[in-house]
C-alpha cells in the first residue's frame, strides 16, 4: 500500500504533539489491516499469535480478537505462565525448550495451567529435566510439541539452509522421539512445529541485491517442496504413537505457503502486525507499517546534517546494516555509515536533513517488531492524528522475559 510521507509525518506529528521523545506508537488502522490480511493469507487456518513479535498485552489482545487468530506462540514458559494467568490465552504454545526451573516448578503445580500451556521438546533430556523438577506422580499431565527442524540439507546433507534448531529431522527421528514421550508417564504429545526459517523469516527481494535475491527465491522453492515431503511424513510417524491436537509452521513471511501444506493446521504469525523494515524485502506480501519511534533532533553538527538524541535501537540477528532502524519520516534521511545509529546520538545527512531544527522529530521504524518494545514502556495507539490510547509493553509491566 502507498503511504503519502508528508500526510504520515504530520499526522504523527499531531497525534503526539504533546509527547517528549524518544517514545513508540502503533497507528490501529495499520495493525488491525494486516491483522485482517495475514488471517486472509491463511485460507481459514488458524493463525497463531507470536507474541515475541508483539510485546504488549492489549495489542495481543486485539489481535486475537479478531476472526482467523486463535492462541499464542510464546518465547519462554515464564511468559506463557503469565498469559494464561493474566487471562490473554488459554492456549499458549512455548515456542522453544526450557530449562527454566522455578517456571517449570509453578506449571507442575496447577492443572489448569498445565492445561493451558504446551511445552516444546527435541529431546529426552528436556524430559529428564522436567523430570527432575517434579516427578509425574507428582504432578498434572504435562501438554509436549515435538519440533521438527526445516531446514534444508541438500547435497547429501553437506549443505545447510536454514537456522540451526531442533536435532529431530528425519521423519523417522521424528516417530521415534513420538514413541518415547508417547511412553513416558506424565507427558501428552499433543502437537508438532516446522518452523521453516529459511522461508518464513528471509526476504526473497533484498533492495539493491538481485542475484542475492535470485538465488533466495531459488533455494526457498527447492526447500519448500522438500519440506512439503518430509513434514507430511513426519506428522504420519508421530500419528502412528499420538493424536495430535494441531501441526504448526510459519512465520509471516510464508502464511500463504504453508497454510497451502495439507499437513500444516495452523500457522504463526506475528511480525506482520506492526510491519518492520525486515519485511520491505517480501515479494509476496508486505505489510503496511504500524510501528514507529519518534527521536527528537538536539543538533546540527554542519549545515547538511542533524543529529537525534537516541536511535540506535539495532535488531538482534547477524552484525548488518539491515539490523540497523531506519529514519523515515521526513523522507529523505539516511544513517552515516561512519556511526550508525547510537545508544545516545544518532546523526543523520540526506536533503531532509538541511529542513529539521532543534526539537524536530524523525520518526524509525525498527528492523524487527517485538524487539521495538525493550526501549520503551508504553505504546501510544494512534488513530488518524489522534492518540487513542497509551498502553504498556512487556518492559513497561515490568518483564524481560529474555
Known amino acids: 500500500m502507498a503511504i503519502d510521507s508528508d500526510e504520515l509525518r504530520g499526522r504523527l506529528d499531531r497525534a503526539t504533539a504533546h509527547l517528549d521523545p524518544p517514545y513508540a506508537v502503533v497507528d490501529l488502522t495499520a495493525f488491525d489491516a494486516n491483522a485482517l490480511a495475514l488471517a486472509g493469507l491463511a485460507s481459514g487456518k488458524p493463525v497463531r499469535l507470536a507474541s515475541k513479535s508483539v510485546r504488549s498485552r492489549e495489542l495481543i489482545g486485539r489481535a486475537l480478537r479478531r476472526p482467523g487468530w486463535r492462541g499464542v506462540m510464546a518465547f519462554t514458559l515464564p511468559e506463557a505462565i503469565w498469559l494464561v494467568r493474566a487471562g490473554v490465552s488459554d492456549d499458549v504454545l512455548v515456542a522453544y525448550p526450557t530449562a527454566h526451573r522455578a517456571a517449570l516448578a ?94 518464513a523469516g528471509l526476504g526473497d527481494a533484498p533492495p539493491g541485491q538481485a542475484v542475492v535475491g535470485t538465488a533466495i527465491r531459488l533455494a526457498q522453492r527447492g526447500s519448500y517442496r522438500e519440506l512439503l515431503s518430509r513434514r507430511s511424513a513426519a506428522v504420519a510417524a508421530v500419528r502412528e504413537h499420538a493424536d495430535l491436537e494441531f501441526v504448526n509452521g510459519g512465520g509471516t513471511g510464508s502464511v500463504a505457503a504453508t497454510s497451502a ?25 508486505r505489510p503496511t507499517p504500524a510501528a514507529y519511534f519518534a527521536c527528537a533532533v538536539v543538533r546540527r553538527p554542519a549545515p547538511g546534517l542533524a543529529t537525534v538524541l537516541g536511535g540506535g535501537w539495532i535488531a538482534s540477528g547477524p552484525a548488518a546494516a539491515s539490523r540497523l532502524p531506519r529514519p523515515v519520516l521526513p523522507a529523505g534521511l539516511k544513517l552515516l555509515g561512519a556511526e550508525g545509529a547510537g545508544e545516545v546520538q544518532t546523526p543523520l545527512a540526506g536533503p531532509a536533513a538541511a529542513t529539521l531544527r532543534v526539537g524536530d522529530r524523525v520518526w524509525f521504524r525498527h528492523a524487527k517488531a517485538g524487539e521495538l518494545c525493550e526501549h520503551v514502556n508504553e505504546l501510544h495507539l494512534v488513530e488518524g492524528d489522534t492518540v487513542v490510547a497509551t498502553v504498556p509493553t512487556y518492559r513497561g509491566e515490568g518483564h524481560a522475559f529474555l
Open 261 to 285: 501444506d495439507p499437513a500444516v493446521t495452523e500457522v504463526t504469525a506475528g511480525s506482520g502486525l506492526y510491519g518492520p523494515t525486515l519485511f520491505d524485502a517480501y515479494r509476496a506480501w
Open 106 to 199: 509453578e506449571l507442575t503445580s496447577d492443572a489448569e495451567l498445565a492445561a493451558a500451556v504446551t511445552l516444546m521438546v527435541d529431546g529426552t533430556d528436556q524430559l529428564d529435566l522436567v523430570d527432575a523438577v517434579r516427578g509425574p506422580d507428582r504432578r498434572p499431565e504435562l501438554r509436549v510439541c515435538l519440533d521438527l527442524d526445516a531446514s534444508w540439507r541438500p547435497l547429501g546433507g553437506r549443505v545447510h539452509v536454514g537456522v540451526r534448531r531442533s536435532p529431530v529431522h528425519s521423519a523417522a527421528a521424528a516417530g521415534a522421539l513420538a514413541a518415547t514421550v508417547a511412553g513416558r508417564a506424565g507427558f501428552r504429545l499433543v502437537g508438532l512445529m516446522a518452523y521453516e526459517a529459511q522461508i
